[in-house]
């Protein structure tokens, strides 16, 4: 049972201090009764430092009714001899007050020194502040946390070191320079969109967002804003690899056979897909069919090249793939761009090879030749047989 006794009635108003949580709650989205125990748990620290007292039975409470504030001394009810008189009540004592307290029951002394004025008051302001701004930053951090993964538009307000600093409103988010596309310059006052690539807490509270425009992320979240049939769970994305500026390749599926997903993306007369190339200032984009075939999605991946034969050594997670003599550099690409990215993108080592290149090895090797080998030449006659029946 517990009692509450007032030695002083004098309480400190906090009206004004609720009316500004009501605000918080409904500007911010602060939950008030949250706030509210911070407070009070401030409020303590306060009259504990101020009054040098290091008691654990002192606990402060705020009215949600009327935003009083109140102070009180708890003392536990014992029939034997007190040991401390701050913490404890004799059982006579306590009957005096109210004759049904018994042994173990809590009394509840409210008080409210006099002395817990100006200075206390100034001490729980600075207090009660630094929690508000706690919350704030906790309500502000989930919020972003939750858009990791997302576009955003932001505004730049500097650029520092190749790094770019953009205004999204409430915050600012960093874009490094790895997370650039290395073929656009930015501009202070520049409206761009980015992707959050992650929300982390910095020193002293502070909240790091850091935003990407070369992730294949942003690439990603683009298709997803203009194929509806991807957001609609109609078509997914399997796999993307990327040389930001330069080229990426998207690998997509559809579980409905009704369904083309290539066509889907690219749209009626290429329209969404060079939306989203536009917002990628000119990179070029393969969009390819994904296929559970290691090949026959190898051969896909290699686009725009021509392929003749994949053969497949799914131990060693390696292909080798032949190509007609004058596709031999396009399925290179400049730099090994079009056979890296194609490798990132099916997760396979691809060694590429001209026909050439391939008979001659072979020929050189000829009393060597494996059964595989044997089979690439196969593969690579039937795929020539084809070729020379569409002409």
């Known amino acids: 049972m517990k009692k509450k006794i007032k030695e002083e009635s004098k309480s400190i108003d906090t009206l004004e201090l609720m009316s500004a949580m009501d605000e918080l709650e409904k500007e911010k989205g602060?939950?008030?009764?949250?706030?509210?125990?911070?407070?009070?748990?401030?409020?303590?620290?306060?009259?504990?430092?101020?009054?040098?007292?290091?008691?654990?039975?002192?606990?402060?409470?705020?009215?949600?009714?009327?935003?009083?504030?109140?102070?009180?001394q708890l003392k536990t009810v014992v029939s034997g001899e007190i040991q401390d008189d701050k913490k404890e009540i004799s059982l006579e004592d306590a009957q005096k007050i109210d004759s049904n307290f018994k042994e173990g029951d809590t009394v509840q002394f409210e008080i409210m020194p006099k002395q817990f004025g100006r200075i206390a008051a100034q001490t729980a302001r600075q207090i009660i502040t630094q929690k508000?701004?706690?919350?704030?930053?906790?309500?502000?951090?989930n919020e972003f946390k939750e858009k990791e993964g997302e576009i955003v538009t932001g505004l730049v307000q500097k650029v520092d070191r190749g790094a770019v600093i953009l205004d999204l409103g409430k915050i600012?988010?960093?874009?490094?320079?790895?997370?650039?596309?290395?073929?656009?310059?930015?501009?202070?006052?520049?409206?761009?969109?980015?992707?959050?690539?992650?929300?982390?807490?910095?020193?002293?509270?502070?909240?790091?967002?850091?935003?990407?425009?070369?992730s294949?992320?942003?690439?990603?979240?683009?298709?997803?804003?203009?194929?509806?049939e991807i957001d609609e769970g109609l078509i997914e994305i399997k796999s993307i690899s990327r040389d930001a500026g330069s080229r990426s390749k998207v690998a997509i599926c559809s579980p409905n056979p009704n369904i083309d997903p290539v066509?889907?993306?690219?749209?009626?007369?290429?329209?969404?897909?060079?939306?989203?190339?536009k917002e990628l200032n000119g990179e070029?984009?393969?969009?390819?069919e994904w296929n559970e075939d290691p090949s026959t999605y190898i051969s896909s991946a290699l686009l725009p090249a021509t392929v003749l034969a994949v053969d497949v050594k799914e131990e060693e997670n390696f292909a080798q793939v032949i190509v007609p003599d004058d596709q031999l550099s396009l399925a290179?690409?400049?730099?090994?761009?079009?056979?890296?990215?194609?490798?990132?993108?099916?997760?396979?080592?691809?060694?590429?090879k001209s026909e050439t290149q391939f008979r001659e090895m072979l020929q050189k090797s000829q009393?060597?030749?494996?059964?595989?080998?044997?089979?690439?030449?196969?593969?690579?006659e039937e795929t020539e047989e084809k070729n020379e029946d569409k002409e």
């Open 216 to 228: 294949t992320k942003f690439v990603k979240r683009l298709f997803e804003i203009e194929i509806p």
């Open 367 to 380: 009393n060597e030749a494996s059964d595989d080998d044997e089979n690439i030449v196969e593969k690579i």
């Open 132 to 141: 508000i701004r706690e919350e704030s930053r906790n309500v502000l951090f």
């Open 172 to 214: 600012e988010g960093i874009m490094p320079k790895r997370e650039q596309i290395p073929s656009e310059t930015y501009h202070v006052n520049d409206k761009i969109k980015a992707c959050i690539i992650s929300v982390a807490e910095g020193k002293k509270g502070s909240m790091q967002i850091t935003l990407s425009r070369a």
């Open 332 to 352: 290179i690409g400049k730099g090994g761009q079009n056979a890296k990215l194609a490798a990132k993108l099916t997760n396979w080592k691809i060694d590429i």
């Open 263 to 277: 066509g889907s993306c690219v749209g009626q007369k290429g329209i969404r897909i060079q939306n989203i190339i």
């Open 284 to 288: 070029k984009i393969d969009v390819i």
């Open 30 to 72: 602060i939950d008030k009764d949250s706030l509210m125990q911070s407070i009070e748990q401030a409020l303590l620290v306060a009259y504990k430092r101020n009054f040098n007292s290091s008691d654990d039975n002192i606990k402060i409470e705020i009215s949600k009714i009327d935003g009083q504030m109140h102070i009180y």
